[in-house]
């Protein structure tokens, strides 16, 4: 099945710094979502975006189909923005299932 | 507003009490699953179901059940529930293949 890697595991930044957080997935995908998860546990869901770019305020996303690969962006942090970021992918191969990665877990300095 | 709901957000209960954690989504969407996420492991598809009386296994089915009777609801149940099946569970849904998928807020199951 479908594998999705995550990069870096773990990152500290100071605040006001910029990062960028990578998904790679070994197979075609129709979806790629990115959630952020809060301290209390919950997802909240970035993006829904299976290919090209958006952007929502200081975060933005960017979908590579072809290359199997997502980014997501995250300019002037602040330690709102700490806790662990997931992307999730659905395989073309019709499984109907979310694969997770691994997270990248975000510590945003004061 | 467009919303999945979970109910209860946190259980705290003793190995073999059968309980039943409820999901209901709004949106009228066919597919909705479950997932368990643990550490170390990440999240994992337990049970999901394509429409209304339709469901199948995921990667984690042991120890579950689910029914979905009508399109709005998937409720996970627990018959004997084990000190192994203490977990944040999400419920998901979403409409066709490739389409958003929406999560629930979590509930924090303990099992003593």
């Known amino acids: 099945g479908i594998q999705v890697e995550q990069s870096p595991p773990d990152l500290i930044l100071q605040e006001g710094a910029n990062s960028t957080l990578r998904c790679n997935f070994s197979d075609s995908v129709n979806n790629l979502q990115w959630f952020h998860q809060n301290p209390w546990g919950q997802l909240i869901n970035l993006f829904y975006i299976p290919s090209g770019t958006k952007q929502n305020g200081r975060l933005s996303a960017t979908t590579v189909a072809t290359e199997r690969y997502s980014l997501l962006y995250i300019s002037s942090s602040q330690t709102t923005d700490s806790g662990v970021y997931f992307c999730?992918?659905?395989?073309?191969?019709?499984?109907?299932?979310?694969?997770f990665g691994t997270g990248t877990r975000l510590k945003v300095l004061a | 507003e467009a919303q999945v709901t979970q109910n209860p957000r946190y259980l705290i209960t003793v190995t073999g009490k059968k309980l039943t954690v409820t999901c209901s989504q709004n949106?009228?969407?066919?597919?909705m699953s479950w997932y368990r996420q643990d550490p170390g492991l990440g999240l994992r598809q337990i049970y999901y179901?394509?429409?209304?009386?339709?469901?199948d296994k995921g990667d984690v089915p042991e120890g579950y059940k689910v029914s979905r009777k009508e399109k709005r609801n998937f409720p996970l149940i627990l018959e004997s529930p084990s000190p192994n099946q203490t977990s944040l569970y999400f419920c998901?849904?979403?409409?066709?293949?490739?389409?958003?998928?929406?999560f629930g807020q979590g509930t924090r199951l303990t099992v003593v």
């Open positions: 179901s394509m429409n209304v009386e339709v469901t």
């Open positions: 998901a849904s979403r409409g066709a293949v490739g389409s958003e998928a929406f």
């Open positions: 949106m009228n969407h066919e597919y």
């Open positions: 999730a992918a659905e395989s073309t191969s019709g499984t109907y299932k979310y694969i």
